[in-house]
């Protein structure tokens, strides 16, 4: 799960840090840079998984001239590289060990623009603050660094260089370079990495994909698009009882009359598919279901398949549902597995009736995106730029504006007359 996302010079982010609790759920208006981080994630993960060249493909969200931050009196002028850097907490034989996953890329001199891989690694990180690391102790990530730094005498100087291969947003070769470590070791922080950002990428759920039949494949994983449904609820229903006890339930608490999921194998054509049982209407298959209950049985699928890394990531979480059940739906998703591992949500949000119902909650789980001005003294320029605050509770201690306060949610939810005490 990951704990600190830093940034700096990619799209709307400069010396970004944010604290990633198990749940994280983002507000802002639009352009606040939401979906920026969210694109942050997805090309670390890229970069680990070594499909970097094909994920900026075609998506111009990603193309090069899209990524570097732009500054300057009319925003002509852009950085020369960025920065991303991911910490996590992943689960191996030692326990839970903190990792930190770095994506850099430097803007080269062609035209038209080219960016090159600085470096893409992963490190042994460092001991995550109180309150950061989960369902885990910090006593268990110290006993898992211990035993890690008998397999890599020198922990700190242990990084993995991954591989990102002949790539381009150009073609640019990447250099791979080896430090300091014992083989197993960065063998070891390669595997971490390539399994914990396997989930970092945005799940869009697409209900056309998930009403469609799933070929018989042995251990399939959910799509980004939601493809493969019917044969993951297939194999959590098969190896993980706990989970797919936990799955039922969940659905049953947020979708009205719904007593029993079953899945559904054809011999003939090597195809799975599902079916829900409701309590008026009997066994209905995915072409009857809302698009609103798919996407909760994708989502509520990811987060119960024990194969997949812990966290689960998607944009307006609140699309195609009932408003009021989009709070439970969350508070769900983001808690610890039926055998304590780790889960983790991360979500954006336009939703009032979300903001509302997560008012109370000061843990640092809401936070608000906004844009604000950025003075960088040496090239004495001015951009906008993306922080974030969190909701909590008034701390002396805190600089102004460091924080939004539940007086502040108080009004906006008033205005968009969601307020307590409002019809």
């Known amino acids: 799960m990951i704990t600190q996302i830093r940034i700096d010079g990619?799209?709307?982010?400069?010396d970004f840090r944010l604290d990633v609790p198990p749940t994280l759920i983002m507000l802002g208006p639009n352009g606040a840079g939401k979906s920026n981080l969210l694109d942050a994630l997805r090309l670390v993960a890229a970069a680990v998984g070594g499909g970097l060249a094909d994920t900026a493909r075609g998506d111009s969200r990603?193309?090069?001239?899209?990524?570097?931050?732009?500054?300057?009196?009319q925003s002509e002028d852009r950085a020369e590289e960025f920065v991303v850097e991911v910490s996590a907490v992943s689960l191996c034989d030692y326990g839970p060990l903190p990792i930190t996953v770095r994506l850099s890329m430097q803007a080269l001199p062609m035209t038209p623009p080219v960016l090159g891989v600085g470096e893409c690694s992963v490190r042994l990180?460092?001991?995550?603050?109180?309150g950061a690391t989960g369902p885990y102790s910090r006593s268990e990530l110290r006993e898992a660094m211990d035993e890690f730094s008998l397999l890599a005498r020198d922990t700190r100087g242990t990084k993995a260089h991954l591989d990102v291969g002949k790539m381009q947003l150009g073609v640019v070769d990447s250099a791979v370079v080896l430090r300091a470590g014992v083989e197993e070791a960065r063998g070891l922080l390669r595997r971490l990495a390539l399994?914990?950002?396997?989930?970092?990428?945005?799940?869009?759920?697409?209900?056309?994909?998930m009403r469609q039949p799933s070929a018989g494949l042995s251990r399939p994983e959910l799509?980004?698009?939601g493809g493969y449904l019917a044969a993951v609820l297939a194999r959590i229903r098969s190896d993980s009882p706990a989970a797919w006890r936990r799955l039922l339930g969940d659905l049953a608490s947020l979708v009205d009359g719904v007593e029993d999921v079953r899945t559904v194998s054809d011999e003939r054509r090597q195809e799975l598919d599902f079916e829900v049982l409701f309590s008026h209407t009997g066994w209905c298959a995915p072409p009857m279901l809302s698009d609103g209950?798919?996407?909760?049985?994708g989502l509520l699928a990811a987060a119960a398949d024990p194969l997949r890394a812990p966290t689960v990531c998607v944009e307006e979480i609140e699309n195609g549902m009932y408003p009021e059940r989009v709070a439970e739906l969350v508070r769900r998703l983001g808690r610890a597995g039926p055998d304590g591992a780790a889960r983790q949500l991360i979500a954006t949000?336009?939703?009032?009736?979300?903001?509302?119902?997560?008012?109370?909650?000061?843990?640092?789980?809401?936070?608000?995106?906004?844009?604000a001005d950025h003075v960088d003294p040496v090239r004495r320029t001015v951009s906008r730029t993306t922080v974030a605050r969190p909701l909590r509770a008034y701390d002396p201690d805190r600089a102004p504006g460091?924080?939004?306060s539940p007086e502040s949610v108080d009004r906006l939810l008033r205005r968009l007359g969601r307020g307590e005490g409002t019809a």
């Open 223 to 225: 799509g980004v698009d």
């Open 125 to 130: 990180g460092d001991l995550p603050a109180p």
């Open 402 to 404: 460091e924080t939004v």
């Open 62 to 73: 990603l193309t090069p001239g899209a990524l570097l931050h732009r500054f300057g009196p």
């Open 293 to 297: 209950t798919l996407r909760m049985i």
């Open 195 to 209: 399994a914990e950002s396997a989930s970092w990428s945005s799940l869009v759920l697409d209900p056309v994909v």
């Open 349 to 371: 949000t336009h939703s009032p009736a979300l903001l509302a119902a997560l008012r109370h909650d000061l843990s640092g789980s809401l936070v608000f995106l906004d844009q």
């Open 10 to 14: 990619f799209k709307s982010f400069r």
